[in-house]
């Protein structure tokens, strides 16, 4: 079954190229329309066919961005929010998931507060299950569009240094990224405060907790959501302190490449781990990932759902 649960096993150049294609054609579709030409209807095999969307969470982008890419594949898209389903009087994961599909649904996208959530819910599932993010374990649609963004500004990423700034350790956007990016060649730093770090070393990155060594030359920096609850686990002095050390703004970006291309998977908690000058700066591709992220759902779903061959 074509699961997507990790980025440790995806068709990754395979999703690239079909991402690419729907960019294309995307942009040209939205040029024609203000062209004064209508809209043409997307042909797709996959129309007709039922998408179940299960969300545990909150979400913005991720959500709409599913939902988006299924409407345009012309699946009928059914959104689920845990807190209005049965979840809320007790019914488990394994139950709901099975009680879903008996209902006749023909893909799961699952987003849940426990690491290892999506892994359990594709044991349960009789159908393709995509991982939305499962607590601080992974979200791999993310690290694809965040892959596919970086590619179009700097091509081969062999030797590029990626600076990936914030709360590391609990943050499934970091695990994704470094699974993904290891085959590139890309060197990746992680920057945070030791206590939002690693424990142990890593093989496939450097871990600092000076800002100016993980941003010097940098070509791409990605700043990560500060999670405000960890501070009420002890693992911060204070908000201030970190955005003092660890804030991207315009005097820290300069130890930067000046082409360095600035990244937040969102949502961001502007005035603590990023400026506005930053975030809506000339750097700034972060509304250009959230546009991403709608042609990697569109490729995601199609592995999922199309039978694709991906070889
Ligand atoms: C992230 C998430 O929910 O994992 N956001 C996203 O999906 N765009 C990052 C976060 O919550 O900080």
Redesign the pocket.
Known sequence: MPHLITTKECPTAWLLKRAEEWRVQLEKAKQAQTGGEPAAAPLSALRGRTLCLLFY?P????RVAFEQAGLKLGLNVITLLADTSSVQKGESLRDTVQTLCAEGIEALVI?HPEAGAAHIAAQAASVPVIN??DGTNE?PT?ALLDLFTMIRHKGNLRGRKIAIVG?IRH???ARSNLWLLEPTGAEVWLCAPPSLLFPTPLSNAKQTSSLQEALQNADIVMV??L?KERMAEGLLPSLESYARDYQINANTLQWAKPDCIVMH???MNRGIEITDEVADGAQSVILEQVRN?LYIRLAVLEYAMGGMETE
């Open positions: 969470e979400s913005t982008r991720t987003r939305a993010g979200h993310q709360d943050s499934r956007v990560l959501r999670q998977p969102g949502p992220g």
